[in-house]
């Protein structure tokens, strides 16, 4: 019976959608965290009758039976989360569309939202780093150096640092990297708040002053975009369409049983 193996492809792609569900749901305190979407596509048809009209008489419609569904996709919602006030002097957060490069160990690239950076020491300079210690980069992809005998160090909306010297100047800095995807949500996620660019996604581009729709903001953190109460609503769904199809499949068998046992 095709009804066994439809119902059987129901409850895999319901697990996969409360699988998706329990990680927005544990994620719902990571630092400018964005929830996940799992999307559904039925699967092939066959075909019994097709459509046949003739001298505008006929059958009308086509008789097919569906085979089951199966997930396609796990879309990233990029909407910006509110934000969480922490008075740090090295915390950021993009109100608006962005994101910040950090540079890995292996001198690869990639690109996040956690602006919760911190200062690292190197000789008698700071270095402003992630916390995992990748190095934050700079407009010109450069490493962002603190001169150490700065004070009151400042980051204005348009990501520039600067520090008051020893005499009492404002000293100019670097300016934190800003930049945008075409299509951000062909991003590739890869744990520890991190995305790399991919043949989806397009180039990175940088995100000239005159070009900012948005700011950044010191002091605070973008918060999770998870709601909890609309992930619940989607967990009860899931969990519905889940006993519904184990109930196909068990009906289907009652009725498997039931011609088994018919004697002539």
Partial sequence: MRALWTA?????SQQFNIDTIANNLSNVNTTSYKTQRAEFKDLFYTTLSRTDIVDQEGRPVNLQVGHGVRPTATKKDFRTGSFIETNGTFDVAIDGDGFFAVLLPNDEVRYTRDGSFKLSVDVDEGI???????????????????????RDIAIDDFGYITGIDEDGE?????????????????????????????VASGEPLLVEVEEMRGRIIQGYLEASNVQIVDEMVKMITAQRAYEINSKTIQTADEMLQLANNIKR
């Fill in 8 to 12: 059987a492809t129901g409850m895999k």
């Fill in 170 to 198: 404002i000293v100019e800095l670097d300016r934190i990297g800003l930049f945008q995807f075409v299509n951000p949500e062909g991003l590739l996620a890869e744990g520890q708040n991190l995305y790399s660019q991919t």
């Fill in 128 to 150: 402003l780093v992630t916390s995992e210690g990748y190095y934050v980069l700079s407009e010109d992809e450069d490493l962002i150096y603190i001169d150490s005998g700065l």
